[in-house]
Structures are given as structure tokens and as C-alpha cells.
């Protein structure tokens, strides 16, 4: 029987030869959000400085890493999967066809969407209908959804910069691009009091509206003032040092560690920070999640410990670790029920 076939079996089954097989088993294998990804590494480092195998953590988007850690159990899959965003529906669904049954949820804090540019560049207040019409694919005129006409920021506001729409994100395969579309997008064509969409919800029943709004006011800009720059936010970070007349699209965490180089967009005269973020102040703002894989626990070297040094008191409590790298950490009494969840593989919730 082969080693992999050893694996399976005692993750599935959960025999009594589990235990001997930790000592041979591979390092914990963790994908998921490039957001998350920062957290992950300065604990996968920390766990590697007290002794602990370190693990191997792959940046591959929220979407990229729930696809492969749903693809099945064992040795071939990884451990743990990072997300900008919860779960989805769908997502439940192809774990649970993959035998993937039994994960454990666990919320780390919060995060901000920031919207920034470099400090070589002119720092401006945008709203979220303004960064709706800079960057969707299609927006309302004249009663009827037209293809983007605007060039420059000047073009939708006249207090905007004169200068072209220029902005960098993440691709669809990002939790970023999601929680972007759902905060901005969605926001706005949802709680518009006037125009094209206002005139949707009042002729539309609730479903069709749905409907409406999560096909047409979903799609960014391929005609060029958006560009696609893929998962690595560093990269953006770079482009926007090269051009300071461009923004980019990323966490907040990125720009806590690149305050140096880059300044933030204020939206609606709001500008992210720890205290806005958690106030619920800072209008763009989403929960970040890791996902642990329960049938791997007892299988997997070190795994168990590493979940420990995860959700401990001195990596996601106030003033903690990941707090130093930008996360917006959570209350006392919630930290506590996700510490406790962690530590005893609760089972989540089917949708």
C-alpha cells in the first residue's frame, strides 16, 4: 500500500496508526487569499522560530485556493485555504462532493479595501457611486445601461483630478475583486434613490432585481482604464511607485506596510485606518477567514500546533503579531469564541 493510500485511509477512517505516520507525514500545506497571505506567513515564520516544521503557504486568490482546497482529502491536498471572504454556497457544495465534511471555520479580524496611489501623486476624496462609474464595465445614462464613457476623473465630478482613470486590481479568481464588487458595485446599484437602478427596484420583484443588479453591475472595465494585476498585490504596489497619476485596489494591510510609498484615497472623506476599520467609519471594509481542513488534524505533523499559534492571544489578540501587519483585530469576547471554535475543529454550518 502506498504512503499516499496510508494517508487517505487514516484520515478517513481515523485509526489508531495516525499517530506513526506524523512523524513521516509532509510539511501543512496552506493556499487561499493573497490578502490572508501576509497573517499566514508571519505565523507559519513564528511556528518555524519555536521549533515547528514550517509550513509551505502559497498565495493563489480566495477563489484559486477554496478550488483546490475543496478538490478532496489527503496527502495530495492541502491543510488549510485563506479567503478575503466567507465561504460560498457553492464553494460548500464542492467540498462536500469531494468528501471534504468536516471544516472548521475561523474569523481573523478585518480588513479595509484600500484605494490608493502613490505619495508622489495627488491625494483626492472619492464615494463609492464615483469609484462605481470610474470602473464598471456599464452605467447608467439616460435611463438604459450604456458601455463606460468616462476617461478621467474629471469627467464624472469636475473636483475630481483632471487626469485618466488609471487603476490596478485584482483578478476575478481574488477574494479582494469580490468583496470590491460587493462593497462598491452592488452598494451602489442597490441603494441608488434615483436613475436607472432606482427605477429597477421599483419596477422589479425582489428575486429579478437580484438578478439584475448581480449581472449588469458586477463586471469591471476591460476597455483599459482597469487593469487586471493578478494575485501578487506587491505588484501593484510597484506599478503605482512608477505612476503616480494611477490607484490601485488591495488590503488594507498592504498599504499599513507601504505607508512609505503610497497614501489613501479617502472614501467619502473617510480614511482607513485601525480605529475607521473597526468603527465600521471606513465604508469598504470585509471580514478575512481561514478554513481548516478537521480530518487532516491528527495526520498532518504539527498541524494541530500551528492552529494553536494561529488563533493564540499573542498572534491575532490586541497588540498582537498580525495587529503590528495591519490586521484589524477582534473584540475580546469574539476572539474567545473563535479561539475556542479553532481549538475544537467545530464543525461549520451547511448552508
Not at 497571505?37 to 514550517?54: D, H, I, L, M, N
Not at 464615483?130 to 468616462?150: F, I, M, R, S, T
Not at 458595485?185 to 437580484?210: I, N, P, R, T
Not at 506587491?234 to 503616480?244: G, T, Y
Amino acid at each position: 500500500m502506498s504512503k499516499r493510500t496510508v494517508l487517505a485511509a487514516a484520515i478517513v477512517c481515523a485509526t489508531a496508526i495516525a499517530p506513526a505516520l506524523q512523524a513521516e507525514a509532509r510539511e501543512i500545506k496552506i493556499v487561499g487569499s493573497s490578502t490572508v497571505f501576509p497573517y499566514t506567513q508571519a505565523v507559519a515564520e513564528e511556528f518555524a522560530r519555536s521549533g515547528g516544521k514550517a509550513p509551505t503557504v502559497e498565495s493563489t486568490g480566495t477563489g484559486g485556493g477554496m478550488k483546490i482546497f475543496c478538490a478532496g482529502v489527503g496527502e495530495a491536498h492541502p491543510d488549510i485555504t485563506g479567503a478575503s471572504r466567507a465561504m460560498k454556497s457553492s464553494e460548500k457544495e464542492l467540498c462536500e462532493k469531494n468528501g471534504v465534511s468536516d471544516v472548521t471555520e475561523v474569523l481573523l479580524g478585518y480588513d479595509g479595501l484600500s484605494v490608493a496611489n502613490s505619495r508622489k501623486g495627488t491625494k483626492f476624496s472619492v464615494t463609492k457611486e464615483q469609484l462605481y462609474l470610474a470602473l464598471a464595465a456599464k452605467v447608467p445614462a439616460d435611463g438604459k445601461l450604456v458601455d463606460n464613457p468616462y476617461k478621467k476623473w474629471s469627467d464624472i465630478d469636475k473636483a475630481l483630478p483632471g487626469q485618466e482613470i488609471l487603476a490596478y486590481g485584482p483578478p476575478p479568481t481574488s477574494g479582494t475583486r469580490d468583496a470590491f464588487v460587493e462593497l462598491v458595485f452592488h452598494h451602489v446599484c442597490k441603494k441608488s434613490k434615483e436613475g436607472y437602478w432606482a427605477d429597477q427596484q421599483k419596477s422589479l420583484d425582489k428575486a429579478a432585481f437580484k438578478k439584475a443588479y448581480k449581472g449588469d453591475c458586477t463586471a469591471m472595465r476591460t476597455d483599459g482604464p482597469f487593469i487586471e494585476a493578478g494575485e501578487n498585490d506587491n505588484l501593484i504596489v510597484q506599478r503605482l511607485e512608477a505612476d503616480p497619476k494611477a490607484v490601485g485596489i488591495f488590503g488594507y494591510s498592504f498599504l499599513f506596510e507601504n505607508q512609505d510609498k503610497l497614501q489613501a484615497l479617502q472614501i467619502g472623506g473617510v480614511e482607513p485606518s485601525m480605529d475607521t476599520i473597526a468603527s465600521g467609519d471606513y465604508g469598504i471594509s470585509r471580514p478575512l477567514f481561514i478554513y481548516v481542513k478537521n480530518a487532516h488534524r491528527k495526520v498532518i505533523d504539527g498541524m494541530e500546533a500551528f492552529i494553536k499559534e494561529y488563533v493564540s492571544d499573542k498572534a491575532m489578540g490586541d497588540g498582537g503579531y498580525l495587529s503590528e501587519r495591519g490586521l484589524v483585530v477582534l473584540p475580546a469576547g469574539k476572539l474567545k469564541e473563535v479561539q475556542d471554535s479553532a481549538l475544537n475543529a467545530k464543525k461549520m454550518a451547511a448552508k
